[in-house]
T-cell receptor, first 114, second 113 residues
Framework: DTAVSQTPKYLVTQMGNDKSIKCEQNLGHDTMYWYKQDSKKFLKIMFSYNNKELIINETVPNRFSPKSPDKAHLNLHINSLELGDSAVYFC?????????????FGSGTRLTVV | AQTVTQSQPEMSVQEAETVTLSCTYDTSESDYYLFWYKQPPSRQMILVIRQEAYKQQNATENRFSVNFQKAAKSFSLKISDSQLGDAAMYFCAAKSSGDKLTFGTGTRLAVRP
């Protein structure tokens, strides 16, 4: 059983399109996150949700909108895709109770905008 | 806010030997955790080891151990008896209040057979 699953694993789309990436965790964790990994492998947090409530919203263009229908799901919708959005997007989850909780990551979604 | 710095973009080690990856961090908080994550070519992020700032004893997980120097804000990862499967990107990360895991820029480790 995959603990944190993302779909799709690969996404190739044209500029200007709207796309969504889905994430589901079966660990019973309360907190979920979206991270972006750029071409230089740098990982930066975008959003975090705790039990469906937005907790962290970093400086991200408002074309990116997270949606959490329940605490096991955190989807990422991207409007009007741009070339610079090409990256690997990781979903992650954690129990969220203590600072010592590490994150469990999904396998990532490689988004390529052409 | 916290920052994490990894000054070695690439490292190389001979199979069966030992290698140390460097990491420094900065945080104004007294209660924080430090982590090392491994990212092999499969892209999966794997937690290797974690260290609580309040614990003086260095964490160890099988062949992986850390050298935590709190005063120097240094958190290096030592890999003993390196194996081909250890080849990957290694990320140092820190977490304090706000539950945000902040990553360094990563070190690419190559293992020579």
């Amino acid at each position: 059983d995959t603990a944190v699953s993302q779909t799709p694993k690969y996404l190739v789309t044209q500029m200007g399109n709207d796309k969504s990436i889905k994430c589901e965790q079966n660990l019973g964790h309360d907190t979920m996150y979206w991270y972006k990994q750029d071409s230089k492998k740098f990982l930066k947090i975008m959003f975090s949700y705790n039990n469906k409530e937005l907790i962290i919203n970093e400086t991200v263009p408002n074309r990116f909108s997270p949606k959490s229908p329940d605490k096991a799901h955190l989807n990422l919708h991207i409007n009007s895709l741009e070339l610079g959005d090409s990256a690997v997007y990781f979903c992650a989850s954690s129990p969220g109770n203590t600072k010592g909780d590490g994150y469990t990551f999904g396998s990532g979604t490689r988004l390529t905008v052409v | 806010a916290q920052t994490v710095t990894q000054s070695q973009p690439e490292m190389s080690v001979q199979e069966a030997e030992t290698v140390t990856l460097s990491c420094t961090y900065d945080t104004s908080e007294s209660d924080y955790y430090l982590f090392w994550y491994k990212q092999p070519p499969s892209r999966q992020m794997i937690l290797v080891i974690r260290q609580e700032a309040y614990k003086q004893q260095n964490a160890t997980e099988n062949r992986f151990s850390v050298n935590f120097q709190k005063a120097a804000k240094s958190f290096s990862l030592k890999i003993s008896d390196s194996q081909l499967g250890d080849a990957a990107m290694y990320f140092c990360a820190a977490k304090s209040s706000g539950d945000k895991l902040t990553f360094g820029t990563g070190t690419r480790l190559a293992v020579r057979p």
